[in-house]
């Protein structure tokens, strides 16, 4: 039965600690990665010619929705304004209901906001960018194992991550290495339930996730007023605030 564990996907390599220059190169040192290249970069290249986005200052910020599936990846210049929508790729695989991942092993994906924090050219489902769940408050809310080892990753089966199929993690792994390689140090994924507007959330007002995803809205909602992401700290409680 072809059900993926994402513990499995623990990279050989990890996060790789090179200064940014020279990460580009040591990621083409493998074979996968060199073809992700040859597959995807001229059509990435265009792309981001055409929206004036310039490779040497490429700036990421990846948004996540669990229903309608899709993954947008957003690019800018760095230094400067709004982030344009670059790609939408469709979730090839899904697992668990709406609402937060609480423990290991209860095959939900986790809703909050994360970082990349791992770039994996060996994982056994193509390639893959491991997030740093749990961070502070996932903490503060989960049982005592809350599990971990979440990924974007190749394949179209999942328990607990995002698959968008070994074509479009090539795409996206290459979009993520230049990125890196232009400096950018922090890479933010915010994976939400649904768009969070006021009228979604007061068709879900009987949720037990309710609170939880009003807590997730004004990060949802500065980055469609503002076509820029906001910094997000946790309380001592676990709780979300938004820090423009």
Known sequence: MRLLLCLLLLPILGFVSSSAPTFRLEQNRYPRVRTAYANSWPRLLADL?????????????LRAFKVGRRLEVWARNQGEGRFQL????????????????????????????????????????????????????????????????????????????????????????????????AGQAELPVHIFPFELTEAALQTRRSSPHYAFWQSLAPAYRYFEATRTVPGVEVDARGGYHVRP
Do not use: W
């Open 49 to 61: 010619q055409r929206l004036k986005l310039q490779p040497e200052r490429l700036e990421l910020y």
């Open 86 to 181: 670059l790609r939408n790729y469709y979730i090839a695989g899904t697992s668990g209901t709406l609402g937060p991942k609480r423990r290991s092993g209860d095959g939900q994906v986790p809703e909050g906001f994360y970082f990349v924090d791992r770039f994996n050219p060996q994982s056994l489902y193509h390639l893959s960018l491991g997030l740093d769940y749990p961070n502070a408050a996932d903490l503060a809310h989960t049982a005592p194992n809350p599990g971990g080892d979440i990924f974007i990753h190749g394949s179209d089966v999942t328990i607990g991550c995002l698959p968008i199929t070994d074509a479009l993690m090539e795409e996206l792994y290459v979009l993520a290495v230049e990125a890196r390689a």
